[in-house]
């Protein structure tokens, strides 16, 4: 009888809390949608707009947000998106070998660097869901999409990972914006240095982030350095997919969400909140068993726990921002 | 769990050969239709028994795409054996082996013990690939050579476990120096005859708690 009313309590709670979540989110869907999107270029650094920015955009006003806070630098039209899926398309169509492909280019590029790979990758991406699936609704508009970024930019081809940044883009906006906006994530300078592959670039990456993880939690540093867990082990994965492959993708969305905010220092920050976290674990961790935890996060990792780790994170170190701290790492003479 | 001896091990080949697939059916026993594309690497453990003696298996297991093999090749360093692995079914990934046992073979130590694989077998109909010439291929190069299927675990221990068999024989000759770690071996923390002959950092070494 006692345990009944207890649970009844219990029931009542929980209901209460989802009301008030609900209650919560659609007064911040009102905010963003009515006051902050339409005026956005005087609203995008106020405060307030920072602050509800940090809790995480509502998942109906998220595809709007996304694309006004990546922008297109590089002034991509929806018709050049067409463009390129036609290219591809014709490319796809023709038989190897053949001489009247329109994108000549591809002939230079990397032989890997294909349509097929494309296609072998495109199942593979968030398999679990089963929507990117062959036959499942988003295959074909992920592989357009990323067949067509092949054409726009044949110097960089396509490099795995990049069908997870195009996922959770198609998740989130129609096709030929989430293209634009794929295009000109890809083009900001620490995901241009990782997707090319520019080794010295990655290292100065690398070499930032150990000096915050020294800052921030000297003792695992130290734990890593005597371990030889280096950062480049785990990092690779969680800047490449922006850790939409290692988070569930209610945490991942979450993480975006800032890193559109605060750009890719946020990344690092991320990194070392998620380390964070789970510190006191990895400090009894070897090399194996820390390489294993990192390369494959718990599933139970929520946005609440992760965020409220990553707040403590600071990424100043002796008046140096992030960005001084890189520019030392790629100029070393200037330090 | 201590062992006596800790072997590293890397798998290569091809994107989507199946080596996450090899991985996860020696570790986990168990087979994974459509896996998670691997980017950069990842890792696996497990212990085995050669001869009464507990060996534990470190595997990293790497990004198969051409653009990450300069990422890659850093990997090989301290493994003591790699699998070679490459798709039954898909010609081209057997035709990339010798840029693949070049990359290996430059980067690692000398005494790698490499083990070839042919995998997918069970995919019979599909067959691109003859075994008479993954057999050829490996005699031509000093490898070791099975045919495997991740789907169906059919020669899956076997290929893990004799690249550490050759590996453990390779000890036993003397061809390995065991107190270099940098031929990716490592003695358990329970085995040692004498402490002071260990390098510094392996008398810790105890599977629990790591280092320091």
Known sequence: ?335 | MSYAYLFKYIIIGDTGVGKSCLLLQFTDKRFQPVHDLTIGVEFGARMITIDNKLIKLQIWDTAGQEAFRSITRSYYRGAAGALLVYDITRRETFNHLTTWLEDARQHSNSNMVIMLIGNKSDLESRREVKKEEGDAFAREHGLIFMETSARTAANVEEAFINTAKEIYEKIQEGVFDINNEANGIKIGPQHSPSNASLPPGSQSSSPSSGCC
């Open chain 1, 1 to 335: 009888m006692i345990s009944e009313i207890k649970e009844a309590k219990q029931r009542k709670k929980v209901l209460q809390n989802q009301l008030k979540a609900e209650d919560e989110l659609a007064h911040a869907t009102k905010i963003w949608s009515q006051e902050i999107l339409p005026k956005w270029n005087q609203m995008k650094s106020q405060r307030r707009t920072l602050e509800l920015w940090w809790q995480g955009a509502p998942p109906c006003v998220r595809g709007k947000l996304w694309r006004l806070a990546i922008s297109n630098d590089l002034n991509i039209t929806h018709d050049l998106y067409g463009i390129c899926v036609a290219r591809a398309q014709e490319r796809l169509n023709s038989t190897p070998g053949s001489t009247d492909s329109v994108c000549d280019s591809f002939r230079d590029a990397d032989r890997e660097a294909s349509m097929e790979l494309i296609q072998l990758d495109i199942s593979r991406t968030f398999p679990h869901l089963c929507i990117f699936q062959k036959g499942g609704p988003y295959y074909d508009m992920l592989h357009c999409l990323l067949a067509a970024y092949v054409c726009y930019r044949p110097d960089v081809g396509y490099v795995q990972g990049m069908s997870f940044i195009a996922a959770i883009l198609i998740l989130n906006m129609d096709a030929p914006d989430a293209f634009i906006c794929f295009a000109n994530l890809l083009n900001r300078p620490c995901h241009r240095a990782f997707y090319s592959l520019d080794q010295p670039l990655m290292e100065a990456y690398y070499s930032t982030y150990n000096e915050l993880l020294k800052e921030n939690l000297p003792s695992l540093f130290a734990h890593f350095e005597c371990s030889k867990l280096t950062p480049d082990l785990y990092l690779l994965d969680w800047v490449y997919t922006v850790f939409s492959k290692a988070m569930s993708l209610d945490v991942a969305s979450r993480v975006w969400d800032v890193f559109l905010r605060d750009g890719e220092e946020f990344l690092f920050r991320t990194a070392i909140g998620v380390l964070h976290l789970y510190q006191d674990s990895l400090l009894n961790m070897d090399f194996l068993s820390g390489s294993k935890f990192l390369t494959k996060l718990p599933d139970d990792l929520t946005a609440a726990q992760l965020f409220k780790s990553i707040s403590s994170v600071h990424t100043i170190i002796s008046k140096r921002s992030f960005g001084q701290i890189l520019a030392s790492q790629t100029h070393p003479s200037d330090k």
